[in-house]
């Protein structure tokens, strides 16, 4: 990993997260400020691509890795039926706090607009 973010810790566990899905190169957690009933973020492990525009076409199938890891939680959780919501934010003025490329998932409750 050539660049820090928050996210490089809870990757190494340095700062505590609630971790509910992990692979090999994905790790899901939940949000510590949830926009929804549930709110779990996916970021890759070995990677740290800042936002979507960084993403080299090599690395595309990144992010086919965090959508599938979200669609198995998703399942695994009962919310695939009632259905979720996948949201990428690619810089500031999208909403993209940490620079580090990562997926929501929402679920849990209608979803009108969460502002994720």
């Not at 190494?12 to 939940?30: H, M, N, Q, S, W």
């Not at 999208?94 to 502002?115: E, K, P, R, W």
Request: hydrophobic share 45%.
């Amino acid at each position: 990993m050539s660049q820090e973010t928050i996210f490089s810790k809870i990757i190494r566990r340095e700062i505590p997260a609630t971790i509910v899905y992990e692979d090999d190169e994905v790790l899901g957690f939940k949000d510590i400020a949830p926009k929804a009933p549930v709110h779990v973020l996916f970021i890759p492990k070995n990677q740290i691509i800042p936002t979507l525009d960084d993403l080299r076409a090599e690395q595309a199938p990144l992010i086919g890795r965090l959508a599938l890891a979200a669609a198995a939680y998703a399942r695994e959780q009962g919310l695939a039926e009632d259905g979720y919501r996948i949201v990428m934010n690619c810089r500031e003025h999208a909403g993209q706090t940490v620079f580090h490329i990562h997926m929501h998932l929402l679920a849990g409750a209608a979803l009108g607009d969460f502002g994720v």
